[in-house]
Structures are given as C-alpha cells and as structure tokens.
C-alpha cells in the first residue's frame, strides 16, 4: 500500500450504477471505501446503512471505511461489523464515552477511528490517541457531499500530527471533505496520509483517472 491513500466516497456517486461506482475505485486504485451513514439528527441529512454496507461489501475486498455521523453510535456497531465495514470512525461530539466506544469496535474486529467537526479542537482526543487506529479531520461541516474546504483546517491537520507524534499514536490521519485537486496538496504537506473524496471524484468524467490524479498531487511515487 502507498503512504498516499484515497478513500473515495460513494455519496456523490450514483447509486443506480453502484458496480459501476465501485469499479471506478478499483481501477483508479484507490485504498478503501469511503461511506457516509447519516441520521438527520447528529447531521441535517439521511443516507444508509447496515443494508447498504453489506451491498458495497459484496462488490468489493477493499477495506470499507465507514464514517458515523449520527448520534449514539454504539447502536449501530454490531450490524454494522456484520455487514462487513473494516473501520467505523465516530464523531467525539456525539460519543461521551469516547474509550469505551472505540475499544468496543476493535472488540468487533474493527479499526476504531475518532473524527472532530472544523469546530472542535483535536485536544479532544489526545486521552484515547493510544486507542485510535485512525483520527479524521473534517474539513467541512458534515451533512453533505459537494462543500467547500474550510482553509483553516490545514493547521489544525498539522497540529494533529504533532499531537500524534507527542502520544507516540500510531493512527493513521484522514482528512474528509472539498478535498480536490487544488486542497489535496496542502493536507499532505501538513502530514494527512488518507484523503476522502466524492465530489471531486464523482463529477469527473473519468472518476477512476481522478482518483490518480488527486495520488500525484501529493506529489510521492506510487
Ligand atoms: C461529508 C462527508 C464526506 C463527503 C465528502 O459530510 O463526511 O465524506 O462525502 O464529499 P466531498 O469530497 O464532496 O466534500
Ligand atoms: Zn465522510
């Protein structure tokens, strides 16, 4: 695997030609799959859930990235590893009991990611940082796909990777939201190994040639 990963997401896919979606993927090599479960409570906007995991499952062996904004995640685990995710990664503002909600995904086989909204700090998680296989930067407000980077959450990549090097975590460091050809670039410089894309990657014409294209920007070989 490269330092450089790609996690495509299918929300701004079409999901009348999810095969097709997901071949894309694969073929532009992209190194997981990104999947966003919303419950118009903890973010304005609904999309899915065990059921749709469980199909992305069946149209791939890449690992499966699954992105939680909702509140009380915890209810949704156990499904949600049956169905097949490799990861689940939940919002520190909707899990109180951030150690003992990450240590039950791993119970479940599953990497345990912790993701911080543009308005909280990255302090947030620097008791569980031993605990974390994975930290996700938003870098735009959750709900949908298609938004604007918020330029600020460039430093704030960077001070995660300084807070990861002070724990001695091991997390790897995901960026999520308006990453394109044009914000990519600095995330990596500010030391995000792992970048979401949907927009950027799903309105292109060839989604599976932008899917290298936004790799080479980083500017490492593969
Ligand atoms: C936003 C989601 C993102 C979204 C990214 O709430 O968490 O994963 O799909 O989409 P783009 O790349 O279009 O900002
Ligand atoms: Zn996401």
Known sequence: MSAVRIAPSLLSAD????????AACEAGGADWIHLDVMDGLFVPNLTFGAKMIE???GLTAL??????MVVQPEKYFDSFARA?????TIHVEAAPHLDRQLNRIKELGCAAG??????TPVEAVREVAGVLDLLLIMSVNPGFGGQEFIPYAVDKIARARALMRETGSRALLE???GINRQTIASCWQAGADTFVAGNA???AADPAHE???LRERCGVPV
């Not at 097949?84 to 689940?88: V, Y």
């Open 63 to 68: 690992p499966l990235d699954v992105h939680l």
């Open 84 to 88: 097949g995710a490799t990861g689940m």
């Open 211 to 213: 899917i290298r294209a």
């Open 175 to 177: 960026v999520d939201g």
């Open 15 to 22: 999901w009348a030609r999810l095969p097709e979606a997901v």
């Open 55 to 57: 199909t992305v499952r």
């Open 201 to 203: 990657i799903f309105s």
């Open 114 to 119: 912790a993701v911080v909204n543009p308005g």
